[in-house]
């Protein structure tokens, strides 16, 4: 059984976590991370860019000189794309980057990238109390006793609260992201170096690495 430590607001150990070795017990399936890193990184492209060819600059509309007899080289406009301020030859043009992945593929990226974790120790779950008013300071000394001070962290919370204290209290540490354990994705994970869920997400977190759902 691999075990998670748990740990209180104040950085101590107060328990841990058990997950099956059955779930452990292949290796990481890197080309389904890889394809879905691709896709994912793919569709944050806008895909606006764009410039224009001779035919879209202004100007241009007539010949400049004659076609024979100056001596000068033949040219038909001077906004050919080998003059200054030509056209654009080639140029990149409004396109649309989305690459589509299979619902199943996304599914086993996400697993695939908490094993990773696991199976790499860095994970851990944090038990929190009630917090009566948002404080950062709460979370940054937090990290410094247990030694995630100098990485990057992922926080994964319960429900989707924007105003929670908890999230208001992470949200201005520099080191630090956050997420939701029905919200999470592979990407935000890998580009983790330390996970830390809260402790109710436990059963969610071992009920989606069985091959179940997130309720």
């Not at 949200?171 to 996970?195: G, Q, T």
Request: net charge positive; aromatic share 10%; proline share 3%.
């Amino acid at each position: 059984m691999a075990k998670i430590n748990v740990y209180d607001i104040l950085g101590n150990i107060i328990g841990e976590r058990e997950i099956s070795d059955e779930i452990l017990k292949e290796k990481i399936n890197k080309n389904v991370l890889y394809y879905y890193t691709v896709s994912y990184l793919a569709n944050q492209r806008l895909g606006t860019h764009s410039t224009k060819t001779r035919g879209e600059v202004s100007g241009g509309g007539r010949k400049p000189w004659r076609q024979k007899g100056t001596g000068r080289a033949r040219v038909g406009s001077i906004r050919n794309p080998i003059w200054r301020h030509g056209g654009i030859a080639f140029g990149p043009k409004p396109r649309d980057y989305y690459i589509k992945l299979p619902k199943k593929v996304k599914r086993k990226a996400l697993i695939e990238s908490i094993r990773d974790k696991i199976m790499e120790n860095r994970i851990i779950f944090l038990k929190i109390e009630n917090i009566e008013k948002p404080k950062t300071k709460i979370f940054a000394e937090f990290l410094k006793k247990i030694g995630y001070n100098k990485e990057k962290i992922l926080f994964i919370f319960t429900n989707s609260d924007k105003k929670a204290n908890k999230v208001l209290s992470v949200r201005n540490i520099p080191i630090v992201k956050y997420d939701y354990i029905d919200k999470i994705n592979a990407y935000e994970i890998l580009n983790s170096d330390r996970l830390i869920f809260e402790e109710e997400c436990f059963d969610n977190l071992k009920n989606l690495l069985e091959g179940g759902k997130i309720v």
